[in-house]
């Protein structure tokens, strides 16, 4: 993308707030995104035209439905790292913003305190070292992988980048992103060790989730609402 064509995605708040909509990773209709962005129904069509001419979304079709996602991961990269370097919050209401900040969604992998302590234990650990733009990956044989069913391997094989680093808008440090973030991500909510949330990207930590990442990656030690409620 041309940063021109990039600066103008993101020079209006409205579409702004439809972008961040859609950070989840989630395909929304019209309707949803005019609803997250306060707008009315004809001022999104507009946006939601501006940001599919540029390339910035998709349209996915669904019989005589219609939903929009991000064009790619990059995309959501894009924003949340110029909303770190800028210094930038991403506005939401308190106790939005507050989920966001514990754990979320950034696009397909888990972002948030949530997302960057899973990264540390794996960097500590020895299992991730961390270079300019990505993380190696060192230990195939962690923990994390046969409690969540990844086989680095296999998803070494699929197209895209395996482990970039996403530098996070609320923490201020990176988390892994990419192939091995989203396989992290779903396998934590296939273990149903995470929810989504229904309103918003962020997600909630169930008590199965808590004591897996106290007893299983020793978190114990962060200091960090993931951890409220365990026993």
């Known amino acids: 993308m041309e940063l021109e064509s990039f600066g103008q995605a993101v020079s209006h708040r409205s579409r702004v707030a439809i972008l961040i909509a859609l950070f989840g990773g989630k395909a929304l209709p019209a309707s949803e995104l005019a609803y997250r962005a306060r707008i009315s129904g004809q001022t999104a069509s507009s946006h939601l035209s501006i940001l599919t001419e540029l390339n910035v979304i998709k349209v996915r079709k669904c019989g005589r439905h219609r939903y929009f996602e991000l064009a790619s991961e990059d995309i959501a990269e894009a924003i949340e790292a110029l909303a770190t370097k800028l210094d930038l919050s991403i506005r939401e209401p308190k106790p939005v913003e507050d989920r966001l900040r514990t754990g979320r969604f950034c696009y397909n992998h888990l972002a948030g305190r949530l997302g960057t302590s899973i990264t540390d234990v794996l960097v500590r650990g020895g299992v991730l070292a961390m270079n300019d733009e990505s993380f190696q990956l060192l230990d195939t044989e962690h923990v994390l992988f046969r409690a969540l069913e990844i086989d680095p391997h296999v998803i070494s094989r699929k197209r895209g980048r395996f482990a970039p ?67």
């Open 165 to 231: 680093r996403c530098l996070d808008w609320s923490e201020r440090r990176p988390h892994v992103a990419g192939i091995l973030g989203s396989s992290i991500a779903q396998g934590m909510l296939s273990k149903s060790f995470i929810e989504r949330t229904r309103d918003d990207r962020s997600v909630t930590v169930t008590n199965l989730g808590k004591k897996f990442l106290v007893s299983e990656l020793g978190l114990d030690s962060e200091p960090s609402e993931l951890l409220v409620g365990v026993e």
